[in-house]
């Protein structure tokens, strides 16, 4: 498991750790898909939270990888259509290409946004 928290490391270094725990534990996973994802995660919990808390969680068996990407908001993320005139509308559906399967975990102080990439066999 790899825990790796905004009090400790900026999402540059999240970025960094988690290819390596994906080069490392799982090289049956697209490691620039991963590394890709948990940047949109945690760049949208930096911009979309009063604080920019943020914790990462990695953790992974022989066949599947959860990453787990803590904030304070309540708020889900809300998919909108793409705007290349202003920017931003991307990260959500980005996120949900290159997954397994993506869910918003509500908890008490805030939300966990969980992202899953399953082997093929």
Avoid at 59 to 71: E, F, G, N, P, T
Wanted: glycine share 6%; charged share 20%; aromatic share 8%.
């Amino acid at each position: 498991m790899l825990v790796i928290d905004s009090h400790y490391a900026n999402p540059a270094k999240a970025r960094h750790a988690a290819a390596d725990y994906v080069q490392y534990f799982c090289p049956w996973a697209d490691r620039d898909a991963v590394t890709l994802v948990i940047s949109e995660l945690v760049g949208n919990a930096v911009r979309h939270t009063a604080r920019g808390y943020w914790r990462l969680r990695l953790h992974s068996d022989s066949d599947q990888l959860i990453a787990d990407v803590q904030d304070t908001s309540h708020t889900p993320p809300t998919p909108r259509p793409p705007d290349l005139s202003r920017g931003g509308g991307m990260g959500w559906n980005i996120a949900v290409d290159l997954t397994s399967k993506l869910t918003v975990l509500p908890g008490p102080e805030g939300k966990t946004v969980r992202a899953e990439w399953h082997a093929t066999a």
